[in-house]
């Protein structure tokens, strides 16, 4: 993600890089640690499902809507899946308003991407008319603050999201099916175990990190990220997307597939508790 | 004139449940947080910081710019993201209503942005969006010379409503519509008034005054929710 307004000085590039090569950050994380996660689920009652995630002090917000349409003539039974991102000017001085700027579009096809990749949704059962009618899935994520990460923290909002989310109320009009919008049924959405999480990482000089703050995401010079599930305790990676402006190494990436599963399951782990906690504390609402 | 009890049960001249918080964007000059029960609101202010492209400055005083949207997901139908015709208005509408307190003579050629996004709307949302904007612009440090407080006020049925719901917008008697919706601005030590619009099906003038009385003491409230969250962030700041 390039920085339009406020350039980090080559300087302090620099002394990031330095800092990393004894393996210290700015907030005295482990280069493979996430910052705090804290997940808030319903902040939304327009939409099916919505969640807010922080990752630090990186705030991102998604939220579901549900729609009715027609199918694409290649999947004429199965639902369809749209994900949007909009970075919104509010978060940080390096956006403005405007049609979807490249990263914008990028965020949310890597975000998509996992979840489509990874059938997390059962969009055949999102099938309402074979050919005449499906559900529509809109999934979009705004950041609400820019601390850096916003594609792996936007991909746990969009989870959360979704799992939050339940089927509008509909009514049978003749031959169509009509939302009666406002109005919720208690059915979830049709999602299995293959939960993807989306985890970046960065290269900075010759050290991988993840989870960067805004001043090493600037820093950083090349990333991948990639979404991964769980199935029977296997780690399956089901997108993937390399960005930046140099290449890694084999040897980087073999660091990294190395290092992927233990980086994974503490943060499914904190993600899954986080939820639970989240979702409870919804319940009660 | 049967609109006797509110559907939510409050009293005529009772707000909803409002809340406000200052500094709820660490990556803004100033920000701010403000419900009117379940309409919610976030503003952002950048700035005063130089205006792009060019022709747009001006040398004489700086630029304040608005930017109302509201998100996807806020709405009971999706909304296409992005700005369209209504959102623009009430951009205008907004930086209308905050240009009277802000002192810009002093940044020439600047531009102070404030972005404004609904999370969930129920009606009123400008209004949410105005005093969240007002309370982003004190934390920001810009230079006001009074506080805006704003709120709908509603002609339901036959009767005044303070801070309207959906549900009371669309309010119904026999299949017709009977309902004037008017958003207010006040400023709160002036009491002058620097939004004010009007949708509904008329409304005498004489009725329209009562409706002015009681948006301006629901902007006083208003006013004073503002002026606690102030301090609440001043107080923290002390600790």
């Known amino acids: 993600m390039v920085n339009k307004r406020l350039e980090v000085t080559e300087n302090t590039k620099r002394r990031i890089i330095e800092y990393m090569k004894e393996g210290k950050r700015f907030d005295d994380r482990g280069l493979f640690d996430y910052r705090e996660i804290e997940i808030e689920t319903g902040i939304s009652n327009k939409s099916e499902g919505s969640a807010r995630v922080k990752l630090g002090q990186t705030e991102v917000i998604a939220g579901v809507k549900m ?4 199918p694409y ?15 919104l000017p509010l978060s940080s001085s390096k956006y403005e308003s405007g049609p979807p700027s490249d990263d914008s579009i990028e965020i949310a096809r890597i975000i998509d991407r996992g979840i489509r990749e990874s059938e997390f949704i059962d969009l055949d059962k999102l099938c309402i008319t074979p050919k005449k009618e499906v ?5 979009d994520i705004y950041p609400i603050n820019d601390g850096g990460n916003l594609i792996d923290a936007g991909a746990m909002a969009a989870v959360a999201a979704l799992m939050s989310a339940v089927f509008p109320k509909t009514e049978k009009e003749g031959e169509t099916t009509k939302i009666l919008f406002g109005e919720f049924t208690n059915k979830k959405l049709p999602l299995n175990e293959k939960m993807p999480l989306t985890m970046t990482f960065h290269k900075l000089g010759d050290q991988i990190l993840v989870d960067p703050l805004t001043e090493e995401e600037e820093a950083s010079e090349a990333r991948l990220s990639m979404a991964v599930s769980i199935q029977k305790k296997e780690e ?8 930046g402006k140099v290449t890694f190494t084999i040897e980087e990436l073999h660091h990294i597939f190395d290092s992927m599963p233990k980086v994974l399951k503490k943060l499914r782990e904190n993600f899954e508790e986080k939820l639970k906690k989240a979702e409870k504390k919804a319940e009660k609402k | 004139m049967t609109y006797t009890k509110r559907f939510d049960g409050r009293k005529f001249d009772e707000l909803r449940k409002v809340e406000a918080k200052v500094g709820v964007v660490p990556n803004a000059d100033g920000s701010a947080y403000f419900s009117f029960g379940n309409t919610k609101a976030i503003a952002a202010v950048y700035g005063p910081r130089p205006l792009h492209p060019v022709f747009l400055q001006n040398p004489q005083k700086g630029v304040l710019r608005c930017s109302y949207d509201m998100l996807s997901f806020s709405v009971t139908e999706r909304k296409k993201p992005g700005p369209n015709r209504r959102s623009k208005e009430i951009s205008m509408v907004t930086a209308k209503s905050l240009e009277p307190v802000v002192q810009l003579q002093n940044f020439p050629n600047t531009v102070t942005d404030v972005f404004i996004s609904i999370i969930q709307a129920d009606a009123s949302t400008r209004c949410a969006g105005i005093n969240a904007a007002a309370l982003a612009l004190a934390h920001a440090g ?3 010379t009074d506080m805006v407080s704003s709120v709908s006020t509603g002609f339901v049925g036959n009767t005044v409503c303070l801070d ?12 017709e519509k009977l309902v004037s919706d008017i958003p207010m601005a006040f400023l709160a030590r002036t009491g002058q008034m620097s939004l004010f619009q009007l949708d509904g099906n008329g409304i005498k003038p004489e009725d329209l005054k009562k409706v002015i009385e009681a948006g301006r003491k629901g902007c006083q409230k208003v006013y004073e929710i503002q002026k606690a969250a102030l301090k609440a962030l001043a107080e923290e700041k002390e600790e």
């Open chain 1, 236 to 243: 399956f990676i089901h997108a993937l997307q390399k960005g």
């Open chain 1, 73 to 87: 003539t290649d999947s004429p039974d199965s639902g369809v899946l749209t994900v949007m991102a909009e970075l």
């Open chain 1, 135 to 139: 559900w529509t899935i809109f999934l």
């Open chain 1, 67 to 70: 729609g009715i349409g027609i």
């Open chain 2, 164 to 175: 309207l719901t959906k549900e009371e917008e669309d309010y119904e008697e026999d299949g």
């Open chain 2, 142 to 144: 810009i230079p006001m």
